[in-house]
């Protein structure tokens, strides 16, 4: 008995020696380093690491390329403290026994899986992030949940009265404009090589209702303004334009549309009832902003944040 306790005994070292001599990943160390506290909760590097990947997978269903690349630098300096208001607000959401339901997160990750080709990319992109679908259930689930919070403790007491409206109005109504929008006529074409035709026609002098008995097309109008959230092909394609050019052929889709800019419409001053909706919004998301702050900046007064970032 004496020799098999001693045999299990040295088993036991030989184990507990192998793992003192195995080398340590330093990546999975860094990983799992702790950078801050916040109350009975610690946070590691890789929460940080993982929450910029979220943020940049919620970013990339508004935004691509350099716009989101520069979105997500932006966010970079002050990711951390951003992380430790989240956690601090995700506490006081699970202790007031704040809910989600379920249905709401699967819609917003089919909504962001609709930016992608298939499973397959999605997935794809989700690994190169460091995420699984679950991590994404999960992320998703917490910040909805502290939306719904906010909601519950600030954003329901946040009121705009009318003659601050007004106020606003009286004191910015230079800038209150609408903007400038052009006038276009479509051209809408199934086969390339006809909208290729088209374009070069038009420009030539043609006018559509001497194509029309030609060439199989449809026509429509179109009333564009900057910053109206146009796909990147038209906007690019509709502001070089000047009255009365005809663009090249731009595929949308599996169409062909030609552009013909037909007036440009200046920019006029709003009037109160027409900007006002607009400057509601404005001051609440003001309001909102100075009252989050508030409301956060109390939490932290009353809870242990500690950073022990290098």
Excluded at 177 to 200: C, N
Aim: net charge neutral; aromatic share 8%.
């Amino acid at each position: 008995m004496v020799r098999l306790i001693n045999s299990v005994i040295r088993v036991s070292l030989v184990f507990f020696c192998a793992y003192l001599v195995l080398p340590v990943n330093p990546r999975l160390y860094a990983q799992d380093q702790v950078i801050a506290v916040v109350n009975n909760e610690v946070i590691t590097q890789k929460d940080l690491a993982d929450f910029m990947h979220f943020m940049r997978l919620q970013y990339s269903t508004q935004l691509q390329g350099k716009d989101l690349e520069e979105k997500v630098n932006s966010m970079k300096r002050d990711l951390l403290q951003r992380l430790i208001e989240d956690r601090l607000i995700y506490q006081q959401a699970k202790q007031e026994k704040v809910t989600v339901e379920p249905s709401r997160v699967k819609a917003r990750i089919d909504e962001i899986r609709k930016g992608y080709a298939s499973d397959a990319d999605f997935e794809r992109d989700l690994a190169k992030q460091g995420l699984v679908r679950a991590d994404l259930e999960n992320k998703i689930s917490e910040q909805m949940l502290m939306y719904g919070f906010i909601q519950q403790k600030v954003r329901s007491k946040v009121m705009i009265r009318p003659d601050e409206i007004t106020s606003f109005y009286a004191q910015h109504k230079s800038e209150l404009l609408k903007p400038e929008t052009r006038s276009l006529t479509l051209i809408i074409v199934a086969d390339e090589g006809i909208a290729k035709t088209l374009s070069y026609q038009l420009r030539s002098g043609k006018t559509i209702e001497e194509l029309a008995g030609r060439f199989e097309f449809t026509t429509d109008k179109l009333i564009a303004a900057k910053d109206q959230y146009l796909r990147p092909e038209i906007e690019n394609t509709v502001f070089k334009l000047g009255v009365g050019e005809v663009s090249n052929p731009v595929k949308i889709d599996a169409q062909y549309f030609i552009f013909r800019l037909d007036e440009i419409i200046a920019s006029q001053p709003l009037t109160l009832v027409q900007s006002q909706e607009k400057i509601q919004a404005h001051l609440f998301e003001q309001k909102m902003q100075e009252e989050l702050t508030r409301w956060i900046n109390e939490l932290k007064k009353q809870s242990y944040i500690k950073i022990l970032e290098n």
